[in-house]
């Protein structure tokens, strides 16, 4: 049974572009929700996905969206990137109150 | 708003001595607690969490957490650590709030055990 995949596992950006980051949940679980972990920090809520729309979003500002696919299948998109959006973007999946966490896309905005 | 407040950021310890690692919480309602761990080059995973029942809650590789609801606290325990629990802990809590499973974390503390 697989985890959480998530992909690419490192990105390198510039200020200004656009990234993509996309999540697989665990089999059987529904609900995706995406964190932001900055060095020496917690992981941040960023937004949650359940059945193909956001349901509870965190204080991100709109260049942070998302979409989740029938398959349950996740994506985290980011425009007009900031320096400061470089983070470990973790992803994690569950189907009642429990989270699982995959292993993260570390992006580095230059 | 909920927060999540982990008392120590770095905590050295020599092997088989004991642990305590702080969390306090604040909301004034139902929660979900968790403590995730992550070990060094790898993802957070989930060392134990409490819903409701026995408020001692026992997780994987011996840890436990006693969770004291007039205290707002939900502190991590292990009587005797090893070399191998040297991680980053945090702890974090949701609001029983219908479908709400928002997760806030505090800021994670660094555990170093020294062999």
């Known amino acids: 049974d697989a985890g959480v995949t998530q992909s690419p596992t490192h990105l390198i950006k510039t200020r200004g572009q656009q990234v993509t980051l996309r999540c697989s949940p665990k089999?059987?679980?529904?609900?995706v929700s995406w964190y932001q972990q900055a060095l020496g920090q917690g992981p941040q809520f960023i937004f949650q996905?359940?059945?193909?729309?956001?349901?509870q979003r965190g204080n991100f500002p709109d260049r942070f969206s998302g979409h989740q696919f029938p398959n349950y299948s996740s994506e985290l998109n980011v425009n007009a990137l900031l320096l400061g959006d470089s983070a470990l973007y973790l992803c994690?999946?569950?189907?009642?109150?429990?989270?699982?966490f995959g292993p993260g896309t570390r992006l580095l905005v230059l | 708003a909920q927060s999540v407040s982990q008392h120590n950021h770095h905590v050295i310890l020599s092997e088989a001595a004991s642990l305590e690692l702080g969390c306090n919480y604040s909301?004034?309602?139902?929660?979900?607690l968790f403590w995730y761990v992550q070990y060094p080059g790898q993802h957070l995973q989930l060392l134990l969490k409490?819903?409701?029942?026995?408020?001692l809650v026992k997780g994987i590789k011996g840890f436990e957490a006693e969770f004291i609801k007039s205290k707002f606290s939900f502190n991590l325990r292990k009587p005797s650590v090893q070399w191998s629990d040297t991680a980053e802990y945090f702890c974090?809590?949701?609001?029983?709030?219908?479908?709400?499973?928002?997760?806030?974390f505090g800021k994670g503390t660094r555990l170093h055990i020294l062999p």
């Open positions: 974090a809590v949701n609001a029983r709030l219908g479908r709400d499973d928002k997760i806030i």
């Open positions: 909301y004034g309602g139902t929660v979900n």
């Open positions: 996905y359940y059945e193909e729309e956001e349901r």
């Open positions: 409490y819903f409701s029942g026995d408020p």
């Open positions: 089999s059987g679980h529904d609900t």
């Open positions: 994690a999946s569950s189907r009642r109150e429990t989270q699982y």
